[in-house]
């Protein structure tokens, strides 16, 4: 699999009919929604060359993250500067940030996410039960919680990752996702969600699979 597929997932995803307080900001509506689908087939192709085994699924994008970048567990400062422990993002790479970029505070989860990835120096590929943006009504620069509807309109976009990319193991980050995965049939393990102090957590938990050769 290659870039056409990585084309065709991005397309789709694009092309995803969202409810209400659910914001598909991959969609070709907005003209600033073009650079958000070339960061994310820029992410999706600089790591399927690096063959990962394991995807982590999150929760949903936030507003100072994913949503601007249009990259899982990124935020505006990670594109620019140097790249990362794993070679990814830094100016150069081909990640360009749309103009209301400008002044959006960085999404401290995203920072924290990778930052234990370069501890553990273990690089997954990074997504989202619900990859699109929900938010409370009337409030778009906000964060809601999806609901298990949201998050069942997002299943077939992981799933089909996992053929896209040679995954083995499924992780759950969070309550959210473990949930919506079991609600797909799969009973994935679960680790704690980063955010809102959980970085200890996390951290232990994917060690700990690591170490066990839950995950490799």
Not at 66 to 93: C, D, E, K, Q
Not at 157 to 173: D, H, K, N, R, S
Not at 176 to 183: D, E, I, Q, T
């Amino acid at each position: 699999m290659g870039s056409s597929s990585i084309e065709d997932f991005i397309a789709r995803l694009a092309a995803a009919e969202t409810p209400p307080e659910c914001t598909n900001f991959f969609d070709h509506s907005v003209p600033a929604n073009a650079l958000r689908r070339q960061n994310l087939a820029a992410y999706l192709g600089d790591v399927l060359a690096r063959a990962p085994k394991v995807l982590l699924v999150g929760e949903a994008p936030g507003f100072r993250g994913m949503r601007i970048t249009g990259v899982p567990f990124t935020n505006r400062t990670m594109f620019a500067g140097p790249a990362n422990h794993f070679g990814l993002f830094g100016s150069g790479a081909g990640y360009v940030l749309p103009p209301e970029a400008a002044g959006v505070a960085a999404e401290p989860t995203a920072t924290v996410m990778w930052e234990v990835l370069a501890e553990l120096d273990f690089l997954p590929l990074l997504w989202s039960a619900c990859p699109w943006h929900t938010h409370v009504p009337d409030q778009p620069l906000s964060n809601r919680t999806p609901t298990p509807a949201e998050a069942a309109l997002g299943t077939p976009f992981w799933q089909a990752l996992t053929g896209i990319f040679p995954i083995e193991t499924v992780l759950a980050v969070g309550n959210v996702a473990h949930r919506s995965l079991g609600r797909s049939g799969l009973n994935a393990p679960k680790i704690r969600h980063p955010a809102h102090g959980g970085r200890a957590r996390f951290k232990q938990g994917l060690q700990e699979l690591l170490e066990a050769g839950m995950v490799q």
